[in-house]
């Protein structure tokens, strides 16, 4: 079983910024993947960025050049700063983690329950 834990939102201006950050805990033998997504009232959750085990990342247009994913593997952990906040970032961020529990079991996907960022004056 796998624990996956946000923390790090809040209410910010725009042009402002924040960091969330996102820890798994668990049975876990390595990650994969891990990323953030969000979803705002009334919309389809949308992938923000990931990041693989070999840091590669992959973002979406609307926050390319603006926010920034990282990860510390000793930790389990996930980051994500965000820089020059826009009102429409507003979302509950969601955080994922690709997770191989033993050296021959097969990769399995964990949510957490979200964290509320609010961006507004």
């Known amino acids: 079983q796998v624990q996956v834990v946000e923390s790090g939102g809040g209410l910010v201006q725009p042009g402002g910024s924040l960091r969330l950050s996102c820890a798994a805990s668990g049975s876990i033998f390595s990650i994969y993947l891990m990323g953030w997504y969000r979803q705002a009232p009334g919309k389809q959750r949308e992938l923000v960025a990931t990041i693989t085990s070999g840091g590669s990342t992959n973002y979406a247009d609307s926050v390319k050049g603006r926010f920034t994913i990282s990860r510390d593997n000793a930790k389990n952990t996930v980051y994500l700063q965000m820089n020059s906040l826009k009102p429409e970032d507003t979302a509950v961020y969601y955080c994922?983690?690709?997770?191989?529990?033993?050296?021959?079991?097969?990769?399995?996907?964990?949510w957490g329950q979200g964290t509320q960022v609010t961006v507004s004056s």
């Open positions: 994922n983690v690709d997770v191989k529990h033993t050296l021959v079991s097969t990769f399995q996907d964990y």
